[in-house]
């Protein structure tokens, strides 16, 4: 075992290396070796420093860069090397972080974590927080909890009784929300469609005034970072709407929430902490391995009645089990991660990888304005969406970028303009970084200017 392991050690350095300077996509030939893979079961055992050689010889170079220093598609993390080192010392460990006797570490991390990140967003300290895969997921949690709270108050006990027969919950959410605030109503028997869609602005951003008055059991959706522009909800008027209906206002926040941490841009969430939850992601702006998210519940006893099981074999008296917030009963101690994330920075650490991104991506849009493209959100955040003419031309750019392997970026569909999106989440981006990515990005652009 110890030569496998220190073997694998050294080529997931090498790879950390290499990844600086790789182009960003991996190679056709490289995707086409995958076939390689494509063998029947073997029937006999292969030896382990085998299995490792062939996954590292064919697998390594079919992945995507995103723990580079260049990768802008999608709001993506990388992952910081303290973090990835956490991630191996407990993937040696093995634990399961449901149970406090399963992995008494795991358990005490997430706690501590915890408290941390309450502080570090301003919230209250004792709100309830569940370690989950995702921004998915922890928008599931947080509307389970919210279906709890708003059916109780109405005489209902979803959990025991199911939405037969429930009284209507009413679903108030902005036409821009993220996809997954969708499935995750789906989920829940609420309905991917049947809900309230508030108009919003140029910019993405619910229009406070334009939320119905509603009457019953309500749930207000609100957005801290449009996943296109970056735009912020404004998150302190829906608050006061919200208190006044009586509704339970959930926050997806997956990497928006992180605007909090920074005094300059605390402004974007103003108000966040009259919400009732909140959703946010660590494998985006905190840059941990995936995966990572977080669902966040001021009354943690709603989170704990929308998540609890119990199982005689299960331990009884109460401490703070992690799985009596989660979805799951067995899964991988994801706050171990998340604390050697904020140990490591520290909060003045934290603010500066943040204000780092928004900064990046400051540059990246004058960058591009100066060399004449039009950008075309506010940006406020980590990113900026870029046209570089009709939609043809556009794509064509973006896939230039693409193969030119500087730096990766995807394109998207924005208030029905083909525009190409930039997304800033990565510690590792340098402004050389930056100035690199832009130069191949007004290269590839004027390939097709020229062309004209
Ligand atoms: C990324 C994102 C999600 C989904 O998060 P996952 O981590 O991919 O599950 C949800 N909402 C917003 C606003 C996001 O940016």
Redesign the pocket.
Known sequence: MDSLLRDTAERAIKYRKEIQNRKVAPSEEAIKNLNQFNIPLPDEPVDEKEVIEFLDRIGSPATIGISGPRFFGF?IGGSLPATLAANWLSSAWDQNAGLFVGSPVGAYLESVSLKWLLELFSLPPDCGGAFV?????A?FTSLAAARHSVLQKAGWDVESDGLFGAPDVNVIVGEDA?V?IFKALGLLGMGRKRVIKVPVDNQGRMIANKIPKVKGPTIICA?A???NSGAFDPIDEIADIAKEQNAWLHI?G???LWAAVVPEKAHLVKGIEKADSWAT?A??LLNVPYDC?LALVRDEEVLRSAMTLTASYLPQEYRREPSQFTPELSRRSRGVEVWAALYSLGKKGLIELVERTCNNAKMFAEGLTAAGFEIVNDVVFNQVLVSFGDAETTNKVIKEIQNDGTCWCGGTNWQGKTIMRISISSWATTEEDVKLSLNAMIKSADKFKKEK
């Open positions: 709001v895969t995702g921004a998915s997921i928008n993220h997954t957005q970072g449009n996943v997806d997956a990497f928006g992601d494998h985006k998210g």
